[in-house]
């Protein structure tokens, strides 16, 4: 069962495409982030999520959040696929232990051996706000992501 809003979100520390380790609590205080899990790389599905948030970045940047993918690929995976399709942003390989940081969100599929298509907004202090999960074999929309958006701004 996915992590419910108005939770604490998990730390974790994962590393990127480059293999720089990235912890999700470096960005408390400062930014909030937008935790987009996706089953795996160079997936026409996945491909079309992310391509189409790649070319929607100003909806992250104008609201100073941090985009962060996250799947079971590993690092060297993610950097050849980040590559060709020009994402600029994080890529976390939740390799080893296999999915651990999507089982510890609820997203993680077992029988499939990776993570459903599950986004998280979590405030600068660390507190879900919005959340969303499609079906498997389901995209998720530009206007979900709009709409967890809003919840991140303050009332």
């Known amino acids: ?58 909806l992250f940047s104008d609201n100073e959040v941090e985009l962060i993918g996250i799947s079971v690929d590993s690092k060297h995976a993610l ?11 994080n890529l976390l390989a939740d390799f080893w232990p296999h999915g651990g940081v999507a089982k510890e969100y609820g ?3 077992e029988k499939k051996g990776f993570a459903n298509r599950a986004t998280f907004l979590i405030d600068q ?19 979900a992501y709009r709409a967890a958006l809003e919840e991140l701004q303050p009332a």
């Open 107 to 109: 997203v993680f599929l």
């Open 1 to 58: 069962m996915a992590l419910e809003n108005d939770t604490q979100a998990p730390d974790f520390q994962l590393v990127n495409q480059f293999g720089e380790t990235i912890q999700l609590s470096q960005f408390r205080g400062s930014k909030s982030v937008a935790l987009v899990f996706f089953p795996l790389a160079f997936s026409g599905i996945c491909s079309g999520e992310l391509c189409e948030l790649r070319d929607n970045l100003n």
């Open 79 to 89: 950097r050849v696929w980040g590559e060709e399709e020009g994402y600029t942003f």
């Open 125 to 143: 202090n660390g507190i879900i706000r919005a959340s969303f999960i499609t079906a498997p074999g389901e995209a998720r929309s530009l206007e």
